[in-house]
């Protein structure tokens, strides 16, 4: 027999929705600094990269101390998947299991503008819910959702020159 459970409130819906993209925050933050570290200091994307990876780190921390003051929990094993989650996500079969592909920085462009993306709606979503709860500071909110559309336009710059220098000499 099937035991009846009481219905989510709104509270707890944003609960989950923001641990949601904690977790996502989470392997952003791994994932930026990964591609950070691979980029050789020559390369002329290495100062935009590093630069990158700290401001998804401090998105991160602007996350975490808005579900502070909305008293929301962190729930850590959903933090602590997400990590994980990025760790095994290098593991890819491109045949080769101690180096990156040549096409790691391209795919992990992508996968880090997809999560940017993401990151902004949840900006977003916080920004409409601001305007009813005074926890919620619009302002600040408005500078995230700024910072991830300068984000996003960063990523989709590299992602292209990328894409540029990978594949155009191997298309006929």
Do not use: C
Request: no cysteine; net charge positive.
């Amino acid at each position: 027999m099937a035991m009846k459970t009481a219905p989510r409130t709104g509270r707890d819906l944003l609960g989950v929705y923001l641990n949601d993209h904690l977790a996502g925050a989470t392997a952003g933050a791994e994932l930026s600094r990964r591609m950070a570290a691979s980029t050789g200091p020559r390369e002329a994307a290495a100062g935009t990269l590093k630069n990158l990876a700290a401001e998804i780190a401090a998105d991160r921390g602007s996350l975490i101390e808005i579900m502070a003051r909305l008293n929301i929990p962190l729930r850590s094993y959903k933090v602590f998947a997400a990590w994980a989650g990025e760790k095994v996500g290098r593991l890819k079969l491109n045949r080769r299991l101690l180096t990156r592909s040549p096409l790691s920085s391209l795919e992990e462009a992508e996968i880090l503008w997809l999560g940017v993306e993401g990151k902004a709606a949840g900006w977003r979503t916080l920004r409409v819910l601001a305007e009813r709860d005074a926890r919620l500071d619009i302002r600040v909110l408005d500078e995230l959702i700024a910072r991830a559309a300068r984000q996003s336009a960063t990523l989709e710059n590299l992602r292209t020159n990328l894409a540029e220098q990978l594949l155009t000499d191997n298309v006929g």
